[in-house]
């Protein structure tokens, strides 16, 4: 990678906070430049570069100082215990972890998850979930499609997170207890520099962030 001066910023590659992530760069009247599947993008009027990456591995690259600053979700965050600066929430992106059941399945309450298989990505936060409710379940620690475990017959109930609920009602599950609410937030590298050239780009950003998060209001 380029060491060309530019603060680094690391992004979602695909996914349910790509658009979102963009467009609010985009609406920081930042002109970036063309990619297509590229990792690295610069922004043509601004010393910024942006990084395409896996929103899992984004906490973990903001932590080693490979970005300085990136854009994730709260679940992510949690889920890699990443040490990082939270900044800033986003107010989008907004969805929440949630144990999910059969259609025709009853929950009545957190004790009935006692001695049941659960199959999540997130298996660090169900695991403090269930300790702190004292539950003794099963965690079964899958890295996609989730959703598609208890009709496969690997686990009864889901942990995942729910935005539209699309993928649930597809998979005939319904949404029973919260685990965690989440949103998009702005993380910091925890070794920026105060008075570096890199962190007064950051102060330009920022403001520029708050801005358009305050127009939105
Ligand atoms: C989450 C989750 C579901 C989907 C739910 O995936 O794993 O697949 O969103 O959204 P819905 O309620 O609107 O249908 P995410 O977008 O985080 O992608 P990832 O699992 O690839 O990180
Ligand atoms: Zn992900
Ligand atoms: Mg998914």
Redesign the pocket.
């Known amino acids: 990678m380029s060491n060309n001066g530019n603060l680094k910023l690391a992004i979602q590659k695909s996914?349910?906070?790509s658009e979102n992530s963009l467009q609010l760069l985009k609406n920081c009247n930042l002109d970036i430049e063309k990619f297509n599947d590229r990792l690295v993008v610069s922004i043509r009027n601004f010393k910024l570069d942006l990084l395409f990456l896996?929103?899992?591995d984004i906490p973990e690259y903001v932590q080693d100082g490979v970005a300085e600053l990136g854009i994730v979700?709260q679940?992510?965050l949690y889920e890699t215990k990443a040490d990082v600066k939270v900044v800033k929430k986003l107010g989008f992106g907004r969805?929440s972890l949630r144990i999910a059941i059969p259609e025709n399945d009853d929950l009545r309450d957190i004790e009935d998850l006692n001695g049941k298989r659960i199959a999540t990505?997130f298996p660090n936060i169900l695991r403090d979930f269930l300790k702190q409710n004292k539950i003794d379940a099963k965690i079964v620690n899958i890295s996609?499609?989730?959703?598609a475990a208890p009709s496969l017959g690997i686990a009864d109930y889901i942990c995942?997170?729910?935005?539209?609920?699309?993928?649930?009602k597809?998979n005939k599950l319904k949404s029973s207890i919260s685990v965690l609410e989440s949103e998009a937030v702005l993380i910091k590298n925890k070794n920026l520099k105060n008075h570096s050239d890199k962190y007064q780009i950051f102060l330009k950003l920022l403001s520029r962030i708050e801005s358009v998060l305050n127009a939105n209001n």
Request: charged residues 30%.
């Open positions: 996914g349910r906070l896996r929103d899992d979700g679940d992510v969805c990505s996609g499609s989730v959703e995942d997170l729910v935005s539209t609920g699309n993928t649930l597809l």
